[in-house]
């Protein structure tokens, strides 16, 4: 569950795709957090090297324009689409011997007509081959070339695709025409000979770079081929090339950059080496628990042998109260060693709890689940272990197993205030802030010492659209708890979504300032990174923002937040490349699946932007003519 409040999403249109960011242990994951704001304001986007990007709650992108029409369009789609004048207008302009059109059709099995009128007979078809062709004239060959495309679509409708193949492979050797091969690609495509589909579309678009049948059509074979990447680039070049009209083109860019980055998720998950995440991440979940003392006889005064399991528990908690990397990972081993040498006493089901709490932060969820299990079945009055469970039960998507967790511990201890709280926090992740608001407040009537409490009553009233009540709980806030950071920094999210930019930035200083005096080994970067982001809404500061956020990854190098953000500071100046590596240090950064396939989603969009631009240099700079410029908006 969330250490602190989950944050909120800014309702105003803004430059950056970041909302308003809050603690790293948020029970919404990471990428999730970071496209809340697109999710619920998707009039607004922004810009990746002149690419209109809107990236929906999933982690999708869809590549969208507003653009210039473009002059290329199949005339059968095109006669669906225009009206009857229009059509009467195509129809004329026809007759006075203007060309007939081309654009890319729904379908990637069918072939482009000639502009001739294709139904009469065909008398005399000409036998070539390659002894013959050169003796033909020109206008021979040319002749010839149409009669024998105009065979092969008529064996091509008789799905006699061995015989249309060869009709076009001799209408080739008389007239090398894009079309031709495109439509031979067409009935490769039909015997699923996707080898070959490569094979001709790649000679077609060697004849025409622009040709965006071409495009789709070995973007298809190349999916077939599990060559998801060399695909991706395809249908992308497509969408650009067509000023983003064709809805299934976009559509195959979001399901190719999905399976491309669930691949890349799952071997990266695979290889993952499991350790902690950012002090900042560990420290903010751990403080979702109310503190209280050690157990007994586990008092830092007590006298214990480090050898046995009471002296590494023991142990394990001073350094988990460092707050630091090096702490964290101290406390980590200490208490697995506890384990490992037992002789724990009446303290055993609080040691499962402490290593399954620190397996869960290592991403160990299966063992984590069981270490939690057999400290509530030890010791079922330890309710923190039914809150942890549920905790991971939710976030593996189990909402009723998390529920009967939270009835089995309010059984237990039905006045802790941390079941209420956490409660809460499955409230308002499912929207349901009434339900939420209730619990919170509960919670706050059982300890009112609590800060986090009171700041997530704000962050719902607020959510509620109760901005008066939320600004009330706020300054209540900061009068009774006036030394403690977090209070700041997430009163100056408020700020900043109401876009009073000057007294957020206030807010957030006063945030650093307070950590640094209390928190000088362990100081949370959260306030640093809000700065950036209300510096870059306010004066589209980019070289200050940089500056804010990579003091937090000096800080803290392991903080993903951090790092996310500074991905989209320089993807919105047009720093592709670097952006990319960014974006790709996140994904390595993330905890869950979600959060990684979410996290490559991103990479392997600027990666492809920046392959598109590599392999058709022409296109680079009619993107930048498409856009409003680099970090510019489209509503």
Known sequence: MSAEPIPISPSRSTTLDTPTLSSQSSSLPLWDRITTWASENKASVYTIAGVAVIVSGAGAIYYLSDSRKSNKGDAAEEKKRTSKKERRKAKKGKEKGQPEAREAPKQTGAVEKSPTVESDPIDDLPEVDESTVDKLSEQERKESSTKLKIAGNKAYGDKSYNEAIKLYGKAILCKPDPIFYSNRAACYNALGDWDKVVEDTTAAIALDSEYVKALNRRANAYEHLEKNSEALLDYTASCIIDQFRNNQSAESVERLLKKVAEAKGKAILEGKEKKLPSPTFVTNYLQSFRAKPPPEGLEETAELDEDNGKGQLRAGLVEMNKKTGEGYEKASAAFDKALELRDLGDHEAFAYNMRGTF?????????????????????????????????????????????????????????????????????????????????????????????????????????????????????????????????????????????????????????????????????????????????????????????????????????????????????????????????????????????????????????????????????????NGMGPGIGGMRG
């Open 359 to 623: 397996r869960y932060l290592r991403g160990e969820n299966a063992d984590a689940l069981k270490d939690l299990t057999r400290s509530v079945e030890l010791q079922p009055t330890l309710s923190q272990s039914f809150i942890k469970r549920a905790s991971m039960h939710l976030e593996l998507g189990n909402r009723d197993a998390a529920s009967q967790d939270f009835e089995q511990a309010m059984e237990q201890n039905k006045d802790d205030p941390d079941i209420y709280y956490h409660r809460a926090q499955l409230h308002f992740i499912l929207g349901e802030f009434a339900d939420a608001a209730k619990d919170y407040q509960k919670s706050i009537d059982l300890d009112r010492d609590f800060i986090f409490s009171h700041i997530q009553l704000g962050v719902t009233q607020y959510k509620m659209g109760s901005i008066a009540s939320s600004m009330a709980t706020f300054r209540r806030c900061i009068k009774n708890f006036e030394k403690t950071p977090d209070v700041y920094n997430y009163y100056g999210e408020l700020l900043l979504d109401q876009q009073k930019y000057q007294e957020a930035i206030e807010k957030f200083d006063t945030a650093v300032e307070i950590e640094k005096q209390t928190k000088p080994l362990g100081m949370n970067v959260l306030p640093l990174i809000n700065k950036a982001l209300a510096l870059f809404q306010w004066k589209q500061d980019f070289q200050e923002a940089e500056k804010l956020c990579q003091k937090a990854l000096i800080i803290d190098p392991e903080c993903d937040i951090a790092v996310a953000t500074m991905a989209q500071l320089l993807l919105q100046q047009g720093k592709v490349t670097d952006a990319l590596k960014y974006f790709e240090r996140a994904a390595e950064l993330s905890r869950t699946e979600v959060e990684i396939v979410n996290a490559l989603s991103y990479a392997e969009a600027t990666r492809t932007q920046l392959e598109v631009q590599e392999k058709y240099p022409q296109l680079a700079s009619r993107l």
